[in-house]
């Protein structure tokens, strides 16, 4: 089966530990995408990644960062830097077509993380 | 620039029809909805693209109104399994860099 896995499910962490998140995806996808949701938000885009070893930040990158080292894999880690980290976060990735189209993004069953 | 989603929330009798709307200041080169049910992940509707198409299957269709620089989603017939909330995501250059909206929230009872 194709799709996207993220994991763990739920995280619990102490303040001012380093954590990372893995998003795995066997689509062929080239790009990628994390996005954190807070409780009665819309999804707010952390970071994307449209190629191998090639990265963007997105509208909330401060307190994040991103690797994208192979084609499958966008893990992202929530540093200590980030002020309020506790939140849903979601994985996502997309077909790069056609210039002029436009392509869904499908999404992982997402990571919730607590820190206290 | 986030778009602007109204209603926020809806609550509907199965059967009943309903209109969400998407609406941005700026131009657009598409418009993305989902829906995500509680605790789950978005869930692909449909994609609109500049030039005011609309699409549909089943009894969920959408438009674009390039001028207005709105999209609106509209689910006829309402069953249950609709329940959710409803994101738009919008892209201004064609570059597939969402901005979603906050939402939103449809309940339909029996």
């Known amino acids: 089966d194709g799709g996207i896995t993220q994991s763990p499910k739920y995280l619990f962490r102490k303040e001012g530990q380093n954590v990372t998140l893995s998003c795995e995806q066997n689509l062929n996808h080239d790009a990628m995408y994390w996005y954190r949701q807070d409780p009665g938000q819309g999804l707010r885009l952390i970071y994307y990644s449209q190629i191998v070893n090639d990265f963007q930040k997105g509208d909330i990158a401060e307190g994040y960062s991103v690797s994208r080292e192979k084609k499958e894999s966008f893990p992202l880690t929530v540093t200590s830097a980030q002020k309020n980290p506790t939140a849903f976060y979601l994985c996502a990735s997309r077909h790069s077509g056609l210039a002029g189209s436009a392509y869904e993004q499908y999404f992982g069953p997402g990571t919730r993380l607590t820190v206290t | 620039q986030q778009p602007v989603q109204s209603p926020q929330a809806v609550i509907l009798r199965e059967g009943e029809d309903a209109v969400i709307n998407c609406s941005s200041s700026?131009?657009?080169?598409?418009v993305h909805w989902y829906r995500q049910k509680h605790g789950e992940a978005p869930v692909f509707l449909m994609i609109?693209?500049?030039?005011?198409e609309q699409k549909g299957h089943d009894k969920i269709s959408a438009s674009f109104n390039e001028k207005k620089q709105q999209s609106s989603l509209y689910l006829t017939a309402s069953q249950l399994s609709y329940s959710g909330t409803y994101f738009c995501?919008?892209?201004?250059?064609?570059?597939?860099?969402?901005?979603f909206g906050t939402g939103t929230r449809l309940t339909i009872i029996p």
């Open positions: 609109l693209l500049k030039g005011g």
């Open positions: 700026k131009a657009l080169y598409s």
């Open positions: 995501g919008t892209d201004l250059f064609g570059n597939e860099k969402l901005t």
